[in-house]
């Protein structure tokens, strides 16, 4: 079996809404023979309820299921928030993909399949159907940049091929005293700023084999090959404390801080917004999950936010591996002094 065959069975459940039993038999032994889970309904509340208790990763809906049945089930998805993303397929003779291409904007499907392609053909297509719609449901609907699932994923590929990178946790400081102080179309602006100062920061400095991930909120990921990521930190640095205050008011950014209220509900000011970069190398094999990378990422962060400006830290402690990541000659007076942040490492 192929490796995207492979990689699609891992959440591989179909649903096929098909008028004819005999045909919709015939599609789900194709999948079967391909180790995913097929149901056939021929009954538009029975396709619901299958939705509904066991959700399927692609929806396959024969053309000739009624002027109805195949649509209005179609709609009736899209219109839910749980499960909009579906991917929806429509069965559909030959000939009436002319007729279709016609009508296609008015369709609630996302793609369409001959009815009588051959399996290789179906099977690929439901493969790249599901692996579409769970890169887009992961992704962030602001910076549509890949989410935690697809951050963890890269992360532990790249410690299963042994491979040398560093990951830069990035934590945008005082965001949340801008937001209360300007609302969360100015809140959601900077986050989208903040994303593209770094793909573009990221894109000048290390062009291959890097990766950018939006944890959620305003917690960021990057991921590049271990000696590119010291200019990394330090043109997203440059570029987000040139470009960030322009976000703020003239009274604001020339005084240097807003005045909001804090988590606690007193009146306090709080600096212009400053860029948190924790950085863990995966130098020498010494990391076996993304889990312990986040545990190392979470120590350093809490030294950075000492300090109220942006700055970077590399963790350079030696570590062994082990059931879990332990430090192998770290002393208290290893880790730097907030005030030295830009320039020394733990």
């Given at each position: 079996m192929s490796s995207l065959a492979e990689t699609a069975s891992e959440r591989g459940r179909i649903l096929i809404f098909h008028s004819d039993k005999t045909h919709g038999g015939r599609i789900a032994q194709c999948f079967?023979?391909?180790?995913?889970t097929a149901t056939v309904c021929n009954d538009g509340t029975m396709a619901l309820a299958v939705v509904y208790n066991e959700p399927p990763d692609v929806i396959l809906v024969h053309q000739n299921i009624g002027p109805h049945g195949g649509s209005a089930l179609a709609q009736v998805l899209r219109e839910d928030n749980v499960f909009a993303h579906l991917p929806i397929l429509l069965l559909v003779h030959p000939e009436e993909v002319k007729k279709l291409a016609f009508d296609g904007a008015d369709l609630p499907f996302d793609d369409f399949i001959h009815e009588d392609?051959?399996?290789a053909e179906l099977v690929t297509r439901?493969?790249?159907s599901i692996r579409r719609a769970h890169r887009q449901l992961d992704a962030s609907p602001l910076t549509r940049l890949p989410g935690n699932n697809s951050i963890a994923k890269e992360l532990d590929a790249r410690i299963a091929r042994r491979e040398e990178f560093a990951v830069v946790y990035a934590d945008i400081d005082h965001f949340k005293a801008f937001n209360d102080r300007y609302g969360f179309a100015r809140g959601d602006e900077a986050l989208k700023l903040t994303a593209r100062l770094m793909i573009n920061s990221v894109n000048s400095e290390s062009p291959e084999r890097h990766y950018v991930g939006h944890v959620g909120g305003d917690d960021y990921v990057i991921?590049?090959?271990?000696d590119r990521v010291q200019g990394?930190?330090?043109r997203f640095i440059a570029n987000f404390d040139g470009?960030?205050?322009?976000l703020y008011d003239e009274e604001d950014r020339a005084r240097g801080f807003i005045r909001s209220v804090n988590r606690q509900g007193r009146k306090e000011d709080f600096p212009i917004m400053a860029i948190s970069l924790a950085v863990v190398a995966n130098?020498?094999?010494q990391f076996e999950h993304a889990g312990q990378l986040v545990s190392v990422a979470a120590e350093i962060k809490k030294e950075l936010k000492k300090t109220p400006t942006s700055g970077y830290m590399i963790d350079r402690r030696r570590y062994v591996r082990g059931e879990s990541v332990r430090r192998a000659d770290t002393r208290p007076d290893d880790a730097a002094t907030p005030e030295a942040l830009k320039s020394e490492s733990l």
């Open positions: 079967l023979t391909h180790r995913l392609a051959e399996d439901a493969h790249l991921i590049v090959p271990a990394v930190c330090e470009i960030i205050p322009s130098t020498e094999g």
